[in-house]
C-alpha cells in the first residue's frame, strides 16, 4: 500500500527541528499521509511515541506500513483532525500530548491517483472525497449548489476572479459527470486573455475550491485548531503547513488569538476580555511562515507555496514557558 500512497512529506527538517525541543510524551500528527513525518519524529527522539490520523483509508494504510518497523510507539488511526480531542482520548493511551503536526491540503498521492477526480488532469468521476464514507461529492456540488452558492465558493475559496461566469457556465452544462466535463466547462468560461496568462490550467482554481468545499477544509481547520491548543502540555507545539492563503490567514489569526495578540472575537463568539487582562495561552515561534528552501523547491515543486507556523503552549497557572 504505501508504494500506491507515496508522497514526498514538505519541510522535514523544519518540522522536526521546531518539534525537538519539546518534553517527553505523545505527537499528534493530525494529516499522517503517508507517514513521512512520522517516521522523522520517530527517528528524531526514541522517548517519543506517535499517534498519526487520517481521513483517507489509503493513507491509513500506507501509514501503518511505514511505521510498522517503530513497534508499540506508532499507531495509526482513521479519523477526522477537527475530532481531535475525541480522537486522541480513545487512541492516545493516556500520555500527555506534546506535539501536534497538521500538514494541510491534498495530497501528492491523493492528486495522482486519476480516480480520486482530485484532478483537472485526469478524467474520472467527480468525487473529491478525502474520506470516501462522507456521502457529499464533487458531483453533488457541481450538479446541486444555485448558481450564487456556486460563485461565492469558487471566489472564496479559489480566489478565481471570474468565479461569476464560471458559476454561470457550470449551471447551464448540468448535468456533469466527469473532471474532464468540468475542466473545459471552467476553462471555456474564462475569457482566452485570461487563460493565456500564468501559464497555469484555467481550471486550477475551481477545482481547488470544489475540494474544499466538498471536505469542508476551512470549518475543520477551524474546528481542529481550537481542539489542538487544549490538548499540549505545558512547553508542547502545535505545527502547521498550510499551502494555501485562506488556511494560513486563518492559523496566523488563531494563534494571534491565543498568544492575547488579538481581541477580534471568532464568528458566532462573544466578545473576548480586553486585551490587557487576557493571559495568553502560546507564545507565537513563528512570525514569518518558514517556506521551503530553494533545493526543496527543486526536488519538489509542489512545496513550493508551504507555509510553516508554530507556536509552543505556556504553562496557564505561570503565563511562562515551562
Known sequence: MEAQFSHLPVMVREVVELLLPVPTGLIVDCTVGGGGHAAALLDARPDWSLLGIDRDADAVAAARDRLAGHGTRARVVHGRFEELGDVVARHGEGERVMGILMDLGVSSAQLDRGDRGFSYRHDAPLDMRMD????????????????????????????????????????????????????????????????????????????????????????????????????????????????????????????????????????????????????????????RPRRPGAEEVAANPRARSARLRAAERLDVATGARP
Open 132 to 287: 470516501a464514507r462522507q456521502e457529499l461529492t464533487a458531483a453533488d456540488v457541481v450538479n446541486t449548489y444555485d448558481e450564487a452558492d456556486l460563485a461565492r465558493i469558487i471566489a472564496h475559496h479559489g480566489e478565481e476572479r471570474y468565479a461569476r461566469r464560471i458559476a454561470r457556465a457550470v449551471v447551464a452544462a448540468r448535468p456533469l459527470h466527469s473532471t474532464r466535463q468540468l475542466a473545459e466547462v471552467v476553462r471555456d468560461a474564462i475569457p482566452a486573455a485570461a487563460r493565456r496568462r500564468g501559464g497555469k490550467h484555467p481550471a486550477r482554481r475551481t477545482f481547488q475550491a470544489i475540494r474544499m468545499e466538498v471536505n469542508r477544509e476551512l470549518p475543520n481547520l477551524a474546528a481542529g485548531l481550537d481542539e489542538s491548543v487544549h490538548l499540549l502540555g505545558p512547553g508542547g507545539r502545535v505545527l502547521v503547513l498550510a499551502y494555501h492563503s485562506l488556511e494560513d490567514r486563518q492559523v496566523k489569526r488563531a494563534f494571534a488569538r491565543w498568544a492575547g495578540e488579538d481581541d477580534e472575537p471568532p464568528p458566532g463568539r462573544l466578545p473576548v476580555e480586553p486585551r490587557a487582562r487576557r493571559q495568553p495561552l502560546v507564545r507565537v515561534l513563528t512570525r
